[in-house]
């Protein structure tokens, strides 16, 4: 009868065991999942914030690009103006 005990306490004790190394097993590739997707996110984000950064640069450059171009057209409208006026006065003699 001692015998029937100890082998069903050996084989409780194996199946025991193999699940506890199994729990240890999955809990280890859950934490090297978890550090994996975290290092994922991380690089997202920094990608991310990269981005928007360049995005705020083209956008002041734009601006500058943009006043540029509006000075240039202005001054060319000036100088139309004074070109009309100048003709107009050439043909008026």
Do not use: P, W
């Amino acid at each position: 009868m001692i015998e029937i005990y100890a082998a069903i306490l050996g084989a409780t004790l194996g199946i025991a065991g193999m699940n506890i190394s199994g729990f240890t097993r999955r809990t280890s590739e859950s934490r090297e999942a978890v550090i994996r997707l975290t290092a994922g996110v991380e690089s997202i984000a920094t990608k991310l914030e990269d981005l928007h950064q360049d995005m705020k640069a083209e956008k002041v450059q734009a601006t500058a690009d943009r006043r540029e171009i509006y000075e240039r057209l202005n001054d060319h409208g000036n100088r139309i103006i004074v070109l009309e006026s100048t003709r107009a006065r050439i043909n008026a003699d």
